[in-house]
């Protein structure tokens, strides 16, 4: 992709990184707009984290059997008033009536169509069935803070299982957990997992995954706030019975679920791979692999568009920075917005057949051959 095609324009942001807070430095970044109070909009350069992210969890569950879904945002809240939580859940479900005056909620949860799902097409026989979805949630919340931390729509990872034993849920639970592991730490996050209480979702038990946060609402043993990211649920048979979802025994199906807050984590790495300079980006959580600031693009154009289609055919996701911009605004953008590495195309790159590579990440700097690229 070149960067004239990009949506990008932060000139009317201040030019001192360290004066921004969180949010201020992701809208700078050109990752997202915010709306209204609690409801943004993903523009070009949040996509592609999303997408990261989003890779990273799908190769995980699929890894562990999970099948791919979509369900829809619009539930019908008789399937809410069958689970008891229509009215339990709060102010916080978004509530609305068609032309024909039916009630309908906006999904802040899919417990419920999951269920209900499940029961038409596997009610009665023996179930071992592992789904998940990555889609958009909603809920009105009142305290709104953070950005992408707490808002009213929100992109999240939920998963379900249905098992007929206990020890069947138990191995898919532990799984998951597994699985929740590699995703945080291949993201690059620092986090810890706590037992936590199962709140309006119920159940048997359930365990937090969460990360210290200035944005953090738990203040844990050590007295410092943390923020959950993620949450794995042990829901015995809270759901089937609500339901009637039973297996081929005529006993209720147990179920298990697992969501991870994928714009909050988003936020959290952020918060977590932040520098002076801007956003740090990794070998699995960046918006490029490289960026390839070229000085000059004019005069330099062929051997950077080089560099630039021969990265690309080996695989790589690449930025070519052709803006007839500074050489200073390159180089400040392109250690902004969470690229894995940069890559300096200037007058000399012909005469040494090298370039300057620095890693994002680490802060290396190396020269490196264009041949060994």
């Known amino acids: 992709m070149k960067f004239s095609n990009v949506f990008f324009n932060n000139n009317n942001f201040v030019k001192d990184n360290t004066q921004l807070d969180l949010v201020d430095l992701a809208q700078k970044a050109a990752f997202f707009h915010q709306d209204s109070s609690g409801i943004f909009s993903t523009l070009s350069l949040g996509y592609l984290l999303e997408q ?3 890779k990273v969890i799908q190769e995980e569950l699929n890894d562990i059997g999970f099948s791919q879904i979509r369900l829809s945002l619009i539930q019908d809240s008789q399937l ?6 229509y009215d339990s859940y709060g102010d916080e479900l978004f509530k609305l009536t068609n032309r024909k005056n039916r009630e309908f909620v906006l999904g802040a949860t899919c417990e419920e169509s999951i269920t209900s799902i499940v029961k038409k097409y596997y009610n009665g026989s023996r179930t071992d069935l592992k789904l998940y979805q990555i889609g958009n949630k909603y809920r009105d ?3 709104v803070k953070g950005g992408l931390i707490r808002g009213k729509e929100f992109l999240m990872s939920d998963a379900y299982c249905f098992s007929n034993s206990e020890e069947a849920l138990a191995e898919i639970y532990q799984d998951v957990r597994e699985a929740y592991i590699r995703i945080f730490t291949k993201l690059g996050l620092a986090f810890q997992i706590v037992s936590s209480d199962s709140g309006e979702m119920g159940g048997n038990f359930s365990e937090e995954f969460r990360c210290l946060s200035s944005y953090g609402e738990d203040v844990g043993e050590d007295g410092q706030n943390y923020l ?9 048979d809270r759901y089937s019975k609500s339901f009637d979802l039973v297996d081929n025994t005529k006993s209720h199906v147990l179920m298990g679920c697992f969501g991870i807050g994928v714009s909050r984590l988003i936020m959290a790495l952020l918060e977590q791979q932040r520098d002076d300079k801007g956003f740090k980006g990794n070998a699995f959580f960046n918006t490029f692999d490289y960026v390839i600031s070229v000085v000059d693009y004019k005069n330099n154009k062929e051997i950077a568009d080089e560099i630039y289609h021969s990265l690309k055919k080996s695989g790589k996701n690449v930025l070519l920075d052709d803006r007839d911009v500074k050489a200073g605004k390159k180089f ?4 902004l917005i969470a690229i894995h590495k940069r890559i300096i195309v200037n007058k000399n790159t012909v005469e040494t057949k090298a370039v300057e590579v620095l890693d994002r990440e680490t802060g290396e700097v190396s020269t490196i051959d264009i041949t060994s690229l």
């Not at 959950?228 to 015995?236: A, P, R, S, T, V």
């Not at 400040?332 to 250690?335: G, L, N, Q």
């Open 52 to 54: 990261k992210v989003e």
């Open 332 to 335: 400040h953008d392109s250690e």
């Open 228 to 236: 959950e990211i993620g949450h794995i649920f042990n829901l015995g």
């Open 141 to 143: 919340e009142m305290r």
């Open 80 to 85: 809410w008033k069958e689970s008891d939580r």
